[in-house]
């Protein structure tokens, strides 16, 4: 299994909900990432997590929320979004920080209406 | 600061071949990426560049000059399916990929 799997595909939510996205892979990868990535620009580093810790925090709003239940899921807990917040978001993972070919999931087009 | 420099779009004709061309300056190197990412999807790996030379891959092949601060991305014999964004990113001494803006390639007939 050489892929990241992510879902929703897509997600159209209002300010006020709470939803998830979920990322899983199963390669054995240690470190695992989220990535916001809008129109037209290249993806933005949000989170990582090497060995199920948060090693990296991107000064990302606290209406972002991640969660690594285990070394194959990651989540990302979303509450309270504004519209700007409308974007592709990009899950990773590679095998350790230091070696980072990167596999991507398809992502997750959110809008926030 | 960290930058990388790519143009922004390219145009090229189908059997032709292209070079991308990626400039960087950042704190520390621990090798490039060229990621390629089709409108809407997630990026994909291409290739990965840590000692100065040339990497060939099929019909793509990328070129490193670490004392330049350069690499290139050659995509030979262009399909219309090549047309995409192509993402230079460099792993830093924090081993934090630093991403290019990308470069848009058009495909004509």
Not at chain 1, 25 to 42: D, E, L, N, T
Not at chain 1, 43 to 48: I, Q
Not at chain 1, 83 to 89: F, G, I, K, M, V
Not at chain 2, 35 to 44: C, I, K, L, N, S
Request: neutral net charge.
């Amino acid at each position: 299994d050489t892929e990241v799997t992510q879902t929703p595909k897509h997600l159209v939510m209002g300010m006020t909900n709470k939803k998830s996205l979920k990322c899983e892979q199963h390669m054995g990868h240690r470190a695992m990432y989220w990535y916001k990535q809008k129109a037209k620009k290249p993806p933005e580093l949000m989170f990582v997590y090497s060995y199920e810790k948060l090693s990296i925090n991107e000064s990302v709003p606290s209406r972002f929320s991640p969660e690594c239940p285990n070394s194959s899921l990651l989540n990302l807990h979303l509450h309270a979004l504004q519209p700007e917040d409308s974007a592709l978001y990009l899950c990773a993972s590679s095998q350790g920080e230091e070696y980072n070919e990167q596999f991507f999931g398809p992502g997750t087009r959110l809008t926030v209406l | 600061g960290q930058n990388i420099d790519q143009p922004t779009e390219m145009t090229a004709t189908e059997g032709a071949i292209v070079q991308i061309n990626c400039t960087y300056q950042t704190s520390g190197f621990n090798g490039l990426f060229w990621y390629q990412q089709h409108a809407g999807e997630a990026p994909t790996f291409l290739s990965y560049n840590v000692l100065d030379g040339l990497e060939e891959k099929g019909r793509f092949s990328s070129f490193l000059s670490r004392s330049k601060g350069y690499s290139y991305l050659l995509l030979k014999e262009l399909q219309m399916k090549d047309s995409a964004s192509y993402l230079c990113a460099v792993l830093d001494s924090n081993y934090q990929l630093i991403w290019g803006a990308g470069t848009k390639l058009i495909i004509k007939p």
